[in-house]
């Protein structure tokens, strides 16, 4: 059975599935590499500057003429005046890991806002990128510029009233990401949400969280999906730009090596489990909300990032981290899912 759903007519791609955008991960190569192979590679362009992820859609483009994508965050509850605030002070019980980041480099990512997202949009626009995605809310206006510029709209989501909630905006497609996946996530796993978005909406949905096989792709089918949207697996690809040292970990980890922590950004997000976490055990009350959280621990965790320190710093990873073993090229790991799948839809 040839793995093929309308979703593959309404992008002009071979198969249905789609590397997540991941922030510092599915950059050019990883991206350019997926849709090459007939996929639709998505860039994580959140924390780029306008001209860089000008270079980057324009580094996908001399890597492959096929479609392609780019994610940024519109988050809303971020504060207009979010320059202009204090800082936070940095939590004295985590003082003691600062002499483990001593003297590494690190650049900080720049402050998530609005006007940086709209000059992200604006770029994508410009670039006539054919997908948008958008990961932490979808407003109307988003919807409307994007469709006037002939970019479709992706929009993730973690429960079926967020679902229904994009959908009155007029986005062309959503991802119904389960709690399994890496990065920020619901309460709802993939097996429960994926069906239940599928009956309560019309659009095209994408199954996301605990996917890294082509078994998991084509329970995806079954439950109603068009298609997969695939993070941390691909993450242990060579073209992936994530850490060396985050891919080994990938390798190392067994299903119970993530956790869902605030502690990081301040809103729920799937990640390696390290000392950091750890030591945010029995404290919620004290995490801040996004991006206030994230701003008040960067001097620790981006040297660390940098760096590689698993221990310390923010890899989000999902759970399917457990069953990857191995580093294969973009292109071997895509062509193994489509067998993979068509094999286990055949059975």
Known sequence: MRLRTPICDLFGIDYPLFAAGMGGVTMAP????????????????????????????????????????VDLLFPGDIPPDLGARKIPPFPEFLRDLLPKVEGLDGTPPPPL?????????????????????SGLG????????????????????????????????????????????????GTVTTLVLVPCVV????????????????????????????????????????????????????????EEGTVVSRSYTGKPSRVL???????????????????????RVESLVAPAKAAGRVDIANFPTGQGAGAIHDIPTASELFRRLVDETESALRR
């Open 30 to 69: 990883l991206a350019g590499a997926v849709s090459a192979a007939g996929g639709l590679g998505v860039l994580g362009a959140t924390f780029c500057t306008p001209d860089e992820l000008c270079e980057e859609i324009r580094a996908v483009r001399r890597i492959t003429d096929r479609p392609f994508g």
């Open 199 to 254: 009956d309560a909406v019309k659009v095209p949905v994408l199954a996301a969280g605990g996917i890294v096989d082509g078994r998991g792709i084509a329970a995806a089918l079954i439950l109603g999906a068009q298609g997969a949207w695939i993070g941390t697996r691909f993450i242990a690809t060579v073209e992936a730009t994530a850490h060396e040292n985050h891919k080994k970990k990938i390798l190392e980890v067994d």
């Open 273 to 295: 489990r390290n000392d950091f976490t750890d030591r945010w055990k029995g404290r919620d009350e004290e995490i801040l909300p996004m991006p206030w959280q994230r701003i």
């Open 138 to 185: 979808t407003p109307a206006w988003l919807v409307e510029e994007c469709h006037r510029a002939g970019t479709k709209v992706m929009s993730i989501v973690g429960n079926v009233r967020q679902a229904r909630r994009v959908e009155q905006t007029g986005v062309d497609i959503i991802v119904a990401q389960g709690l399994e996946a890496g990065g920020h996530v």
């Open 113 to 133: 806002t609005l006007e940086l997202a709209r000059a992200q949009l604006n770029v994508t626009l410009e670039e006539k990128v054919p997908l948008l995605v």
